[in-house]
């Protein structure tokens, strides 16, 4: 069964360092959507993909967080510095016009900034 | 703006019992869907179940049901029969259904613990 790949599953680094997050969603799902979990709360949605087109990056704190989705397949989530409050799991979703708006989630890099 | 609240942060159940979690969302939209969602501990989300507004019918997936209130904005899951393996963080999820390819909002998650 295919399913949404990412990497790293973990990740600890230190406070003004750079991350970065990788996924490969389903193959031929052309939605990508990339959600920030706090812990205690809800997934919350940092940017969403179409293709290679960002279609909505309006919490995404573009001061030190990037994304891209440069031939409109994997994507890489950077942040740079991170900073304390940083520390979540980031979630890599794909969906597909045929799967009732159904999203795919892969299971997660946990970041811990210290 | 949509907003969705989950106001049981833990519940548990024996197994072979009957559990509701509830969810109440608040929206201006006619058309959308709702979703359950689980999270099992270390492992990824998975659907559990979709309701579709303009449905009146509630859905159901084998032992898991809803109970969708569209005028009360509510929206909770019955699980049937708990099984251990349905212990995990559940979230309840909106989405607009204009266009394709929405976002997701989600509810603050409820911890289940199905005891043996």
């Known amino acids: 069964e295919a399913e949404v790949a990412q990497s790293p599953r973990y990740k600890i680094t230190e406070k003004s360092q750079a991350v970065a997050f990788w996924c490969d969603p389903i193959s031929g799902h052309a939605t990508l959507y990339w959600y920030r979990q706090i812990l205690g709360q809800g997934p919350e949605l940092l940017v969403q993909?179409?293709?290679?087109?960002?279609?909505?990056d309006s919490q995404l704190p573009k001061d030190r967080f990037s994304a891209e989705r440069l031939k409109g397949v994997d994507s890489t989530l950077k942040i740079q510095p991170a900073e304390l409050g940083d520390s979540a799991m980031y979630l890599c979703a794909s969906s597909s016009p045929g799967d009732r708006e159904e999203q795919f989630f892969g299971p997660g890099t946990r970041l811990t900034v210290l | 703006a949509q907003t969705v609240t989950q106001s049981q942060p833990e519940m548990s159940v024996q197994e072979a019992e009957t559990v509701t979690l509830s969810c109440t969302y608040d929206?201006?939209?006619?058309?959308?869907?709702l979703f359950w969602y689980k999270q099992p501990p270390s492992r990824q989300m998975i659907l559990v179940i979709r309701q579709e507004a303009y449905k009146q019918q509630n859905a159901t997936e084998n032992r898991f049901s809803v109970n969708f209130q569209k005028a009360a904005k509510s929206f909770s899951l019955k699980i049937s029969d708990s099984q251990l393996g349905d212990t995990a963080m559940y979230f309840c999820a909106f989405m607009k259904s204009a266009g394709y390819g929405n976002k997701l909002v989600f509810g603050a998650g409820t911890i289940l613990r199905v005891k043996s």
């Open positions: 929206t201006s939209e006619n058309n959308y869907y």
């Open positions: 993909f179409q293709d290679e087109s960002v279609v909505d």
